[in-house]
């Protein structure tokens, strides 16, 4: 059949799918000039699929050793924030993704200390569950009494498998001088930030 031959509604006078293609939903495609068919999880996907922010909602804090963020967590749920997505799950400061992928992981960390010495905030990963690493941390210096600072670190991870592939969140100072890691259930002052960037 020659393309004179075919109608010009030859696709738009049949029915409508009326939802996303299945995996296995074929197209044509004509590949330099031959007819193929293609499958439809070749071409899907394209934008970002999930977002996800959640905060420490009262302040910590901070001791003279890493020690896990494990408790005053929450989802962002105030000031128009809406989850894109199935969204992070946590339990005892660990992590678990909704999906395989590469994920944006940001932390920002607010802290206020009361005389100079240096704190710290960690992103640490597991491939398998179990050992951890410090996959990006950042330092921050407290310059005086009542003094304030920012710690961003922030990390790119190839989750290859939900069940093993986790994150959880680090703080630690020096010195045995009082810092606390800011937390409010009101506003995000200390918040961990979570972005599907694309298939694994």
Do not use: H
Request: glycine share 10%.
């Amino acid at each position: 059949i020659s393309n004179a031959k075919l109608a010009q509604d030859i696709i738009s006078a049949d029915t409508a799918l009326g939802a996303t293609p299945a995996d296995t939903d074929e197209f044509l495609v004509s590949d330099a000039g031959t007819l193929k068919r293609m499958d439809y999880s070749y071409i899907k996907g394209g934008g970002i699929t999930e977002a996800d922010t959640w905060r420490l909602t009262a302040n910590l804090s901070m001791a003279t050793s890493s020690t896990v963020i494990s408790a005053n967590l929450e989802r962002v749920d105030t000031d128009g924030f809406s989850l894109l997505g199935t969204g992070m799950s946590e339990s005892s400061g660990i992590f678990t993704f909704p999906s395989t992928g590469y994920w944006l992981i940001k932390a920002i960390g607010f802290a206020i200390g009361d005389v100079t010495q240096y704190t710290g905030l960690q992103i640490q990963t597991t491939p398998d569950n179990s050992s951890y690493g410090v996959a990006a941390q950042t330092f921050c210096a407290i310059s005086a009494d009542s003094a304030d600072s920012v710690m961003c670190p922030e990390f790119i991870l190839d989750v290859t498998d939900t069940s093993n592939v986790k994150v959880k969140f680090s703080q630690y100072k020096a010195g045995g001088n009082t810092v606390n890691l800011q937390g409010d259930t009101g506003r995000n002052d200390t918040w961990f930030t979570f972005i599907r960037l694309g298939d694994t």
